[in-house]
């Protein structure tokens, strides 16, 4: 795989993650960290046209992990309530222009990560609803919760292929945080990496021949790439800074990243072949 | 861990016969505490602390006492590295202070007998908790009333919101028994609005003419206060208007606070973030002469109060929020912090501290989180002549309860005063009778 040159895509410095493409591939989200508020802002992909989305509200709940339906139309993200110095974590889904907000998986406990199936029609999630992190699958509209994951260690991050046929997530049921795959019904898990220091967050390519991931089996926060089966690993921002939260562009010919490579945290992007 | 005068009479915790004959010399002599000491420092570097509070309770495990060997249950998913320090291991995510050990000591069996935040916090900033109404005064607010106040610039500064357990301010932050005027002097920083200072307008919003007002206002309140009261103490309304419009009419203490002073790339490297540009401007206020500076990293303890900007207490998630956030912001400030120092020519006379109210619970709970441990956890202590690639104290396998050399939140305390030049003897003729023994491996 060859890495094209870096673009810096936004210059404000303030904490970012999550980034992720809107499926034509023309616009991003990802939350920021700005004046007191961990919100969800837009932006085209060429880092112009800036907007939050989320809407200022008067408790600053904490709201992060946008992932856009494929038709476009709706974003699922993690909504934080506060309940004395504790709180829950919901899943709830929005149009792009930040309005028509629906609360679509709830419960005492935490509920985060929601990514659509690539039809549409389901959404996979990680929750602590029955004890420790585990991977779940719902449908669209936050019903007829089924879990995938049933392990004493921690399951986050799931990803679907782009034919459905798989999901992959990160686990550390071996001793440490790896990357893993498995059916949709959570059978046929297969591990893809092994390494002792963490691999995690994995995001499929849209064209299903790669998944990349953050690592910091270098020393440092990295963003690689492997092969489906995990072979031939790629180090694809290779920069002792911190960069994480990789995710691809629809046409899997370019990726978006956070990055504190010039000492601040922003989003990256670099066209890969 | 200060106790006013009630224990005379005592020889062990005490104030002792000596201690008070001590005392009675000084006023004989004609000089008050603080005058003896700045005649003492005369000429001498300037000694001063900074006390970086991770409010909330860090990890332990996750932090500077990693137990690789221990059971994935109770070790988490993270790795533990080596250090500078053959011997040394911290956590993976801190890298940068791993290539740093030679330059701290690491305390690692620091314990009391609370989980609760509030007064957990109180023990660690006073050495003691409160009893009977009676609240000690925290560290910065002692230096404050042994220092005195040096204007334009008080001796106790605190950057950051006042600590709060939910909506309640924690009681030990402030000058406790010795009353409000030693309560510290407090800045803010954040990424917005940059250098705030609670007790002032903006300066654009004030002429010199209302703030004559003001001043006037103020004197004459605080004399009706005293007519009405008989008091004779200076009141904390007073005390705090009298820093804040020192440092107005100062233009070099103002200078302290302007942060886009620094260069572009020291900024960078302390982070652009809250709890980053917090520990330049303490770089900066030490470097002013500030002999005690507190940088609270938040408000609240939970990660998501402080509107997703919170504290170190991870019942739920520890692994992913401290990952996402907090290790890597703590590595890079501390780091920068350390070295910023040494380039100053201010990290021989200054002490950094960094520790929380308490642990976390080695064995990870069901949420992926780590409750309140208060058994046994950790701190980092660097520069003041304290002697860095050295480890006190030992926990056991799984990082529960301390094996070797148990550490009191006391000693912590009496430490610092002890690398700020403040003596047992200084602290009786306080009248305050220090629990604790220096820890005398740092010294």
Known sequence: MKVGPLRRLTTDGCFKQNPCFSPDGREIAFVRHYDDEFSICVMQADGTHFRQITEHRGDKAPQYHPDWSPDGKHIAYTFFTFAGTDGSQHIQTMTPDGKNVERIISGTQFNQHPVWSPDGKQIAFCSMRDGNPEIYVADADGKNIRRLTQNPGLDHHPTWSPDGSRIAFDSDRDGNLEIYSMDPDGKNVQRLTDHPSADEAPRWSPNGKYIAFTTFRDGNWEVYVIDTDGKNPINISNHPAYDRFPAWRPDSGALVWVSRRDNVTDLYLAEVS | ?443
């Open chain 2, 1 to 443: 861990m200060w106790i006013l005068g009630e224990e005379r009479g005592q020889t062990c915790q005490g104030v002792t016969r000596r201690g008070l004959l001590q005392v009675g010399l000084l006023g004989a002599m004609g000089l008050s505490l603080p005058q003896l000491l700045q005649a003492q420092e005369a000429g001498k570097p300037q000694k001063a602390v900074i006390l970086l509070w991770l409010w909330g309770g860090p990890s332990h495990l996750d932090t500077f006492d990693p137990k690789p060997d221990a059971p994935s249950a109770y070790r988490g998913p993270f790795r533990a590295i080596g250090s500078n320090v053959p011997g040394i291991q911290v956590c993976e995510y801190l890298p940068e202070l791993a290539k740093r050990a030679d330059r701290y000591a690491l305390l690692r069996t620091i314990h009391h007998e609370t989980n609760d935040h509030g007064i957990a916090g109180t023990i660690g900033l006073t050495g003691k908790a409160a009893s009977g109404g009676r609240v000690m005064p925290s560290m910065g607010s002692v230096v404050a009333r042994v220092k005195g106040y040096r204007p334009p610039l008080s001796s106790f500064v605190s950057v950051g919101k006042p600590l709060h357990q939910g909506h309640r301010p924690i009681q030990g932050e402030g000058g406790g028994i010795l009353g409000a005027p030693y309560d510290p002097f407090r800045v803010e920083y954040d990424e917005v609005h940059g250098v705030q200072i609670r007790d002032l307008v903006s300066p654009e919003e004030l002429t010199a003419g209302r703030l004559d007002r003001r001043k006037h206002f103020l004197e004459t309140l605080d004399a009706a206060q005293k007519q009405l009261y008989g008091q004779t103490e200076t009141s904390a309304l007073s005390r705090s208007y009298e820093q804040a419009f020192a440092l107005l009419a100062s233009q070099g203490a103002k200078a302290v606070f302007e942060l886009d002073k620094e260069k572009p790339g020291v900024r960078d490297r302390y982070g652009r973030y809250r709890f980053g540009q917090s520990c330049l401007l303490a770089r900066r206020l030490v470097e002013s002469g500030v002999p005690f500076v507190q940088v609270n990293w938040s408000s609240h303890v939970e990660a998501e109060e402080d509107y997703g900007d919170g504290g170190w207490d991870m019942h739920y998630r520890n692994f992913e929020i401290i990952q996402e956030r907090h290790l890597w912001m703590l590595d890079q400030t501390l780091s920068a912090l350390l070295d910023d120092l040494q380039q100053h020519g201010l990290l021989d006379h200054t002490l950094v501290v960094a520790m929380g109210e308490f642990g976390r619970t080695p064995k990870i709970n069901e949420k992926a989180g780590r409750d309140h441990w208060n058994n046994c956890y950790s701190a980092l202590l660097a520069g003041g002549g304290v002697p860095g690639g050295r480890v006190v104290g030992v926990s056991d396998a799984r990082g529960e309860f301390p094996v070797e050399r148990p550490i009191k939140p006391a000693d912590v305390c009496l430490t610092i005063f002890d690398r700020l030049g403040i003596s047992r003897t200084n602290l009786l003729a306080l009248e305050i009778a220090p629990e604790g023994e220096v820890i005398e491996e740092l010294a």
